[in-house]
């Protein structure tokens, strides 16, 4: 079975810029989730998608990040424009169903901003 | 509102000796509770999990934890340290009763393993 594939693994932007990033969850999984995990501390949820409707979203800042997924697969994930603070790992996961199974996580992208 | 608490964010043991990782949890529903590793530049892996019944559990690569009510804790342990077992782990408490899925998650305890 292949894992939850996400590009890209590092990215570097200067502060105010815009950035994206893909996330294919695994085959078949109906709940897509985006974590960050800012380095020293534990990942911390962003949004929720249960196929292509947003679960929950209240931990999302919202003025400047946004996420989709738009056919119930694949999803983007993106802030513009990014501040430092958001520099970090931001992780995917997903799961077969709405969190009655465990999580599968992606190797992150790594976020960093200057 | 659910939170976990980890206690110590370096452990350092020797090769064979006990690994003793400590989590305290706050949940104000039945909490299942969750262990995940993460190896460097990769993403976290499910050790072992608590939902109901038989309150110490198995997981892989020979860690147990033991859920324990009165004290709201979830210690990992393993018997004997190896040196594949050097990385970062993960308590974490689901935010809804009955889901595996949107975790609060502590801020990680990075095991050492000295040979």
């Known amino acids: 079975e292949a894992g939850v594939a996400q590009s890209p693994r590092y990215k570097i932007i200067e502060k105010r810029q815009s950035v994206a990033f893909w996330c294919n969850p695994i085959?078949?999984?109906?709940?897509l989730y985006w974590y960050q995990q800012i380095l020293g501390q534990g990942p911390k949820l962003l949004i929720q998608?249960?196929?292509?409707?947003?679960?929950?979203d209240s931990q999302l800042p919202k003025d400047r990040f946004s996420a989709e997924r738009l056919k119930g697969v694949d999803s983007t994930l993106k802030i513009q424009p990014a501040k430092l603070e958001d520099s970090a790992v931001y992780l995917c996961?997903?799961?077969?169903?709405?969190?009655?199974?465990?999580?599968?996580f992606g190797n992150g992208t790594r976020l960093t901003v200057t | 509102a659910q939170s976990v608490t980890q206690l110590g964010s370096h452990v350092s043991v020797s090769e064979g000796a006990l690994v003793l990782l400590r989590c305290n949890y706050s949940?104000?529903?039945?909490?299942?509770l969750f262990w995940y590793v993460q190896y460097p530049n990769q993403g976290l892996q499910l050790l072992l999990k608590?939902?109901?019944?038989?309150?110490l559990v198995k997981g892989i690569n020979g860690f147990e934890a033991e859920f324990k009510k009165s004290e709201t804790s979830f210690h990992l342990t393993k018997p004997s340290a190896h040196m594949s077992d050097a990385a970062e782990y993960f308590c974490?408490?689901?935010?809804?009763?009955?889901?595996?899925?949107?975790?609060?998650f502590g801020k990680g305890t990075k095991l050492s393993v000295k040979p």
């Open positions: 996961a997903s799961s077969l169903d709405r969190g009655l199974s465990p999580l599968h």
């Open positions: 085959s078949g999984h109906a709940t």
């Open positions: 998608f249960q196929n292509n409707g947003v679960v929950d």
């Open positions: 949940s104000s529903v039945p909490p299942y």
């Open positions: 608590y939902t109901t019944g038989a309150t």
């Open positions: 974490a408490v689901s935010v809804y009763g009955g889901s595996q899925g949107n975790l609060i």
